[in-house]
């Protein structure tokens, strides 16, 4: 007789749920990305999501364009768009047309060389990166406020599913995976929330993207999360109960392995 031992499954996450107090909504939340040190390696490490490491190119997930997640969004990224000096925007005399429909009808950014409009390349003068986020830091707002959605929630990622017939909504906040971004996701060399490269922020997420979070789900509910995760910390006394993946099995130094004293 062959004993089978189970193993725990290697993605595993952890998650919190709870009631809304103002609407008939249930928020759901990823505690163990929000709890990890991930961090936004643009240009320090991010090898992009072409099809190869492309760490010289600097071009993130800019690679291809935003995908705009409405009308509205897009009127505000024409807006924004207009207000962008030569300065702050390498490709400032294409602004007329920034946004078009794709092949199967979406709103994205238009490309210029292989990447979106808005993304300016090494050697130009303000920095490499996004016009949109270099022109917010320098009017001294935040980033938010000037990008696309999608941009700014990166690796964030919030679903809504409503209940067909109590019409119950159930929103769950969680990290972006390859598979969100559909088929074109399989053919990424590299994607950061699955690499401890990018797991070096030195403060957790739900900090780190404080900003970000409040905008998806509100001041109120943002509180109620921290209130929890507070009180979790109470709970698990020698810190996070359940590592990030991407961490889990990462090698230690080879001088911290089989060290002795003599």
Excluded at 26 to 34: G, K, N
Excluded at 108 to 115: C, G, H, Q, S, Y
Excluded at 125 to 150: D, M, S, Y
């Amino acid at each position: 007789m062959v004993l089978v031992v189970a193993r725990p499954p290697a993605d595993a996450h952890e998650w919190v749920s709870f009631e809304d107090e103002l609407e008939e909504r249930t928020w759901v939340f990823d505690v163990t990305f929000l709890t990890s040190n991930w961090k936004c390696i643009f240009g320090n490490g991010c090898q992009g999501v072409l099809t190869g490491p492309a760490e010289e190119m600097v071009q993130g997930c800019c690679s291809y364009g935003a995908h705009l997640v409405d009308k509205k969004d897009a009127r505000r990224v024409e807006k924004v768009a207009a207000t962008l000096t030569p300065e702050e925007w390498q490709h400032h005399g294409a602004r007329k047309q920034v946004i078009h429909k794709n092949k199967d009808g979406e709103l994205v950014t238009r490309l210029v060389d292989d990447a979106c409009i808005f993304l300016n390349r090494p050697g130009f003068a303000a920095g490499a990166g996004c016009a949109f986020h270099i022109a917010a830091v320098q009017r001294g707002v935040n980033p938010l406020t000037f990008k696309p959605e999608v941009c700014w929630q990166l690796p964030l990622r919030r679903e809504d599913q409503v209940d067909d017939e109590s019409g119950h909504v159930t929103s769950t906040v969680r990290q972006w995976d390859r598979r969100h971004w559909g088929k074109g996701g399989e053919e990424f060399h590299w994607w950061c929330t699955e690499s401890p490269d990018a797991f070096v922020g030195t403060q957790p997420v739900y900090r780190e993207m404080q900003a970000e979070l409040t905008e998806m789900v509100g001041t109120k509910v943002y509180d109620r999360l921290l209130a929890f995760l507070r009180q979790r910390d109470r709970w698990q006394a020698q810190g996070v109960a359940l590592p990030h993946p991407a961490v889990r099995t990462r090698k230690k130094p080879q001088s911290l392995r089989g060290s002795s004293s003599a």
